[in-house]
């Protein structure tokens, strides 16, 4: 019998999603954040950077508004009013302290119980190999998650920005993981995920050649039925939960 995923604490109210690009949240997660919206409950987003080296036809400093324009209608699309962006360079993001302290300040002035982000390890399964920007945010978010809770770790973060220690962060939940532990019923916000990946349309559409909607739909779909078997036939969206 195929091990089944846990269904995804409920008992939260707000929500902190850290990842590096955008579009990175809309590959799958946007199903989920919908229907936690739905339930009243707040998520923001963060984005280290805003995915300028992202389309090769299009230089950075005209790409970055763009991708910036389209995340905050993408978020819109799924009930996330709060966006924002910590302009790490996109492509050489450095897994460090630095990164550490901008996620830790984020967490502190959000003071969210379920922080999100993005598979942090080396390949998306097998031969997949991951890019560095992911890597370095999955891998600084999870450590964040603790210094945020630390106020020896970073002090300046009181004294310059008054930021007091939160310590209240009690999962980190990683999406894209090949070795999830538990997941959400995709069916409510599943097609509003659709929409919310569509709105990144001047990426996509040097992505494939595909028409963009059918490549979204079929992307989004499928990754959801493909997790319905270890979550009692329901299309689903996974993740791999870290408990504080």
Same mark, same amino acid.
């Given at each position: ?5 846990? =269904?995804?604490?409920?008992?939260? +109210? %707000? &929500?902190? *999603?850290? /990842? ?5 949240? !809309? ?37 970055? =508004?763009?991708?910036?324009?389209? +995340? %905050? &209608?993408? *978020?819109? /699309? ?5 966006? !924002? ?160």
């Amino acid at each position: 019998m195929t091990e089944q995923l846990e =269904p995804m604490p409920d008992d939260w +109210q %707000r &929500a902190l *999603a850290v /990842v590096a690009h955008p579009d990175d949240l !809309e590959y799958g997660c946007a199903a989920a954040v919908a229907g936690w919206t739905d339930a009243g409950r707040e998520v923001a987003y963060l984005l280290a950077s805003r995915g300028e080296a992202g389309i090769d036809t299009m230089e950075p400093a005209r790409c970055a =508004p763009l991708r910036e324009q389209e +995340q %905050r &209608a993408s *978020a819109a /699309v799924v009930g996330v009013s709060t966006v !924002e962006f910590l302009d790490h360079k996109d492509g050489v993001i450095e897994y460090g302290t630095g990164l550490r302290r901008d996620i830790a300040g984020a967490i502190r002035r959000h003071r969210p119980e379920l922080v999100i982000t993005l598979n942090h390890r080396d390949t998306w399964g097998g031969t997949a190999w991951n890019t560095p920007d992911h890597r370095a945010v999955g891998r600084a978010t999870l450590d964040a998650a603790g210094d945020a809770g630390n106020r020896w770790i970073f002090p300046e973060l009181i004294a310059e920005q008054g930021l007091e220690p939160w310590n209240g962060v009690r999962w980190v939940a990683v999406a894209g993981s090949t070795t999830p532990t538990h997941a959400v019923d995709a069916t409510p916000g599943l097609e509003r995920s659709v929409l919310s990946l569509l709105e990144h349309r001047s990426y996509i559409e040097v992505l494939t050649d595909q028409d963009p909607e059918t490549y979204c739909r079929n992307f989004l779909t499928g990754s959801a039925q493909g997790a319905a078997e270890r979550f009692g036939g329901r299309p689903a969206v996974t993740f791999e939960l870290f408990r504080r």
